[in-house]
């Protein structure tokens, strides 16, 4: 039995235009996704037949595909979440107060800079990755990271709650070769109601991820 799902998205096709056409969510999330989805239960299969067998000579392989497809399914799973077609603006909690705004104000100096720099982090990836705003539990702090591929560069224990692909199928139908047009044109549509949700269960899980001696 698989272990991992496609998740239906939370809105229709057309939903985010007119920044992402209806035709690109539906080949990125049925078929992108899809893949990532079907990789990472073949590569579980694959592992489960080499533990049986004792044979371990594509252990390295087999390892870096469970990371590359399992990561791309979770990180696609947040993507779908954190838009909406009446996304936007600056960030506010679902009550209408500003612990995340507060959160971004305090790590970057503003929303600002803090807007400036996953922009720039998302469109200047080298190849194909992600822009991600994430908690990281031992500050406390919000970072950006670059994330390559699905898995690099990343501090181990941060959690990503806001996630820009800049992968080219993410884009490439619409902006073509002008990924910084496509960041720019995201903002639009980040639903921060969710990202808040996001950093309020980061920072409940950071207390039991670290454990001081």
Same mark, same amino acid.
């Given at each position: ?14 939903? @985010? ?8 969510? %539906? ?9 990532? $989805? ?7 299969? *694959? ?84 822009? $991600?705003?994430?908690? =990281? ?6 970072? $950006? %990271? ?21 992968? =080219? ?25 969710? $990202? ?7 920072? *409940?899980?950071?207390?039991? @991820?670290?454990?001081?001696?």
């Amino acid at each position: 039995m698989a272990t991992y799902s496609l998740p239906e998205l939370p809105y229709d096709y057309s939903s @985010l235009e007119p920044v992402i056409t209806g035709e690109i969510i %539906e080949l990125h999330h049925d078929k992108h996704h899809a893949a990532y $989805v079907k990789g990472a239960n073949d590569t579980l299969e *694959q592992l489960a037949e080499a533990r049986d067998k004792d044979s371990w000579g594509a252990i390295n392989g087999l390892e870096k595909n469970l990371a590359f497809h399992l990561s791309g399914h979770i990180l696609h799973s947040i993507y779908w979440q954190n838009m909406t077609g009446d996304g936007g603006g600056e960030p506010l909690d679902k009550d209408g107060t500003g612990e995340l705004a507060d959160a971004i104000a305090e790590s970057f100096g503003s929303f600002a800079k803090f807007k400036a720099q996953l922009t720039k982090a998302s469109a200047t990836t080298q190849g194909s990755g992600w822009g $991600v705003l994430a908690y =990281e539990p031992v500050s406390g702090r919000l970072i $950006v %990271e670059q994330v390559y591929d699905h898995q690099g560069n990343v501090g181990q224990g941060s959690v990503p709650i806001l996630v820009f692909d800049a992968w =080219e199928h993410a884009f490439y139908l619409q902006y073509r070769n002008q990924k910084v047009d496509f960041i720019d044109a995201m903002w639009a549509v980040v639903n921060w109601q969710d $990202v808040s949700a996001r950093y309020s269960a980061a920072k *409940q899980r950071a207390n039991s @991820l670290i454990i001081a001696p």
